[in-house]
């Protein structure tokens, strides 16, 4: 089972990371690891239990994954399991916390587990797939940041006019 704990240093308050990230009008501007995703039922953005239908963007755009959430409390954290399995990955399960930091910007917390499939290769997939995923996943982050640090007000605006918090 692959596991990783992964820091973000981003150029926003947490609230706007967390809103840049979870509501699709956003996300569709920055995130390389997806090049379509949905919340099943037409929801702008996550909800516990909520299912989201997430397509692979740029050459895993052949890749497609459903995921439910477990956690979902803005700004603070979301966290999120696979239902079902998507090749290569038999089970998969994702969190986000994000943590304020008295200069207006944000650390996002990214923890992720899975395991892939067929068990029987495991031992010669994983280590594979994990250095995949894990250079997937840095870049895509590393895109947010980009997409904050030029668009973070334009977000943040947003949020003062859209989100009842």
């Not at 949020?159 to 009842?164: F, V």
Request: glycine residues 6%; contains cysteine; aromatic residues 12%.
């Amino acid at each position: 089972m692959a596991h990783r704990k992964l820091e973000f240093a981003m150029p926003a308050p947490a609230e706007v990371v967390f809103d840049a990230f979870h509501y699709h009008r956003w996300r569709v501007h920055w995130d390389s690891l997806v090049s379509r995703t949905r919340v099943h039922g037409g929801a702008p953005c996550p909800s516990v239990g909520a299912v989201s239908e997430n397509t692979g963007g740029g050459w895993l755009r052949s890749l497609s994954m459903r995921t439910r959430f477990v956690s979902y409390d803005p700004p603070v954290l979301a966290a999120a399991s696979m239902v079902g399995q998507s090749f290569p990955f038999a089970r998969w399960a994702a969190s986000m916390r994000h943590q304020p930091l008295p200069d207006g910007r944000s650390v996002l917390v990214y923890t992720y587990t899975f395991s892939v499939a067929p068990r029987a290769l495991a031992w010669l997939l994983e280590p594979v797939v994990d250095r995949i995923f894990l250079r997937a996943t840095r870049k895509r982050f590393a895109r947010l940041q980009k997409f904050l640090a030029t668009h973070g007000d334009a977000v943040q605006a947003w949020r003062s006019s859209h989100r009842p918090d």
